[in-house]
């Protein structure tokens, strides 16, 4: 067996919270051999599996009473190219920026909107990772991974991946499937997203007026920089709420008091609230207690200032959910795995 397993290992590198917990046993997987290996190692020792990747969206409260098995695979191929449409593959492992800068590299356009996103590509279709108007169901092409209840291998369609707001069938069904390589339909011409958030706006100021692929990622690395907390220098896992999908009605009655509301009308008739605009409306931005806080620039982010706890953290976020729902009437979802 090839892998190397670690007893009591602390996972402060490997979350990007910074949080100071241990792992009872600890390993990174460097093919799917290991991978397989981390499960019989799990299997005969009677002790549970938990798969990370880059831990940006993990939040870690207690010792992990587990195998943690971080994936660290590595490779990017391609599977197909007709001159227009290429389909692309990269193992679990690979790093999901550098991957969209590779892409980005070869000519190839879909990805520049997700942009500087922290994480793996195996935890991409996880949540279905968005940003600026664009998620990877948008450019998926299908993706293979271990069915850990069988040990067989499967290949998921866009359709079975059940891909929706910040969600999926692999997160649905927490445990089951280990993803161990993804694939998207990515182009060599360019059809641009410019349409969300600041993005046509940052790129005028830099007098870009018929952009490329590499200069829109260019442009959200330069307005993400601004906004949000680099992890290697404030612990964070990016949002900490998703947006709340709300009734039209009850938009209606919070803007009879907040008329500022911003509210984004869905195609199924409901409405997408800004939770950060919410949270930091209740006066949220910028609260700290010990190491745990709200992000002084962007509310929807806790952050860890040095010491803070996971339990600590947990607990700041359920004040906020508990004061959003008390003044708004919002039921606020946290977005990170919690462990
Ligand atoms: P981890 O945190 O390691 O794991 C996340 C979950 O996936 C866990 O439940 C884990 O068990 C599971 N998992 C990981 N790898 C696998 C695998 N190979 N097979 C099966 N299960 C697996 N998210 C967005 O959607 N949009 C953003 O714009 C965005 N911006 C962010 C900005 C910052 C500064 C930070 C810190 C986070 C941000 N995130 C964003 C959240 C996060 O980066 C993404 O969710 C990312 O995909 C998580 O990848 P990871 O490898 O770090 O996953
Ligand atoms: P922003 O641009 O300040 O916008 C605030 C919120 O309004 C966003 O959450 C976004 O929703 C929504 N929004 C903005 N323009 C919209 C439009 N034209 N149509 C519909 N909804 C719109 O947000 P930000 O915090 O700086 O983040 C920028 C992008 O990066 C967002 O897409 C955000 O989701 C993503 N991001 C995600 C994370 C994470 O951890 N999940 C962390 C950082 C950034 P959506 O979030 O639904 O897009």
Not at 59 to 80: E, P
Not at 94 to 108: D, I, K, M, N, R
């Amino acid at each position: 067996m090839s892998l190397q397993v670690q007893a009591r290992v602390s996972l402060k590198p490997y979350n990007s919270f910074g949080v100071d917990v241990q792992a009872r046993l600890f390993a990174q997987a460097h093919s799917d051999d290991d991978v397989r290996d981390a499960l019989a190692y799990a299997t005969q020792h009677e002790v549970p599996l938990l798969v990370i990747g880059g831990g940006s969206n993990l939040l870690l409260t207690a010792d992990i009473q587990a195998l943690v098995l971080r994936m660290a695979t590595r490779g990017i191929r391609l599977l197909s190219d007709n001159g227009q449409q290429v389909v692309i593959e990269a193992e679990a492992g690979e790093p999901w920026h550098p991957f969209v800068q590779h892409t980005l590299a070869q000519g190839l356009s879909g990805l520049e909107n997700l942009s500087l996103i922290p994480g793996t590509v195996g935890a991409a279709p996880m949540q279905n990772i968005g940003a600026y108007g664009v998620e990877i169901k948008d450019v998926f092409a299908g993706l293979t991974a271990l069915d850990r209840q069988t040990g067989e291998l499967r290949d998921f369609s866009l359709d079975e991946c059940k891909f929706a707001y910040r969600d999926s069938l692999f997160k649905q069904e927490p445990g089951r499937w280990l993803i161990l390589r993804v694939r998207f339909n990515l182009n060599r011409t360019e059809h641009l997203h410019l349409e969300y958030g600041p993005v046509r706006q940052r790129l005028t100021e830099q007098g870009i007026d018929r952009p490329t692929a590499s200069d829109v990622s260019q442009a959200i690395c330069s307005i993400r920089s601004e906004k949000l907390p680099d992890p290697a220098v404030l612990g964070n896992a990016g949002s900490f709420f998703k947006n709340p999908l709300v009734s039209a009605a009850l938009v209606a009655q919070i803007k009879e008091q907040h008329p500022d509301l911003v509210a984004y009308a869905q195609p199924d008739g409901q409405m997408k609230l800004a939770a950060g605009w919410l949270i930091e409306r209740a006066g949220w931005k910028g609260f700290r207690e010990a190491d745990a806080g709200v992000h002084k620039l962007q509310a929807l982010v806790l952050v860890n200032y040095g010491t803070a706890t996971g339990l600590q953290l947990l607990e700041l976020a359920q004040r906020i959910q508990k004061d959003i729902a008390e003044r708004f009437n919002v039921e606020l979802e946290m977005e990170p795995n919690r462990y």
